[in-house]
């Protein structure tokens, strides 16, 4: 398998799944602004969108989306236990954190990465972001991951996205729950080689 990806954006998550489930993978570079990846290919004949990630199967399939992929992985590793069971109502209640994650705090960060995105836009945006952080800090309570005592794909999702506050002057210490979490996910053996791998760590 082949991961397109670019060192800590939203491919990280899929980067992250990976190597939590012991999947070989190979990782291509993408650089974003000129669509050319690593090896000197134009990206948009790889994925028209231009967008990371995208995850290239050994049979040629291609999958696109983090939500989409992270499934996929989580599927062939079932003992891993990074997805419920399919059909269990606890892989829906993985499906509602991804989308949460996806749809209200991913996009909700795009703004504030845009310069040339208005000022007002963006304090609007990072009004949005702390409502979420509250309401997933209030869901995670005690419990070290999102789905209870066991890791997901969806915390990687969440420790992913997460850590674009560093980038963006949010103050996540405003938060305990959730910089405790960030802390517990950057210490697991897989998620720090998927951010040395990505040279996010040392």
């Not at 399939?61 to 059909?87: C, N, S, W």
Request: with cysteine.
């Amino acid at each position: 398998m082949k991961l397109y990806y670019k060192p800590g954006a939203c491919s990280l998550s899929p980067h992250i799944a990976l190597r939590e489930a012991g999947l070989p993978v190979e990782l291509v570079k993408v650089d974003l602004r000129s669509k050319v990846t690593e090896d000197g290919r134009d990206y948009r004949t790889i994925n028209p969108m231009g967008s990371v990630p995208l995850l290239e199967l050994d049979g040629g399939d291609r999958l696109t989306e983090g939500p989409a992929i992270v499934q996929y992985i989580a599927d062939r590793v079932p003992d891993r236990q990074l997805a419920p069971a399919p059909g269990t109502m606890a892989r829906y209640r993985l499906a509602e954190w991804l989308n949460f994650i996806g749809t209200e705090i991913h996009k909700s960060f795009s703004p504030l990465f845009n310069p040339a995105m208005p000022e007002e836009a963006k304090q609007l945006a990072r009004e949005r972001l702390a409502k979420c952080f509250d309401h997933v800090e209030a869901r995670l309570g005690e419990g070290p991951w999102l789905m209870g005592e066991t890791f997901t794909v969806a915390d990687g999702y969440l420790f992913t996205v997460l850590n674009w506050c560093n980038f963006v002057g949010i103050e996540l210490p405003r938060w305990p729950g959730l910089s405790a979490f960030v802390k517990r996910a950057a210490a697991r053996p897989a998620v720090l080689e998927a951010l040395r791998a990505e040279g996010l760590a040392g």
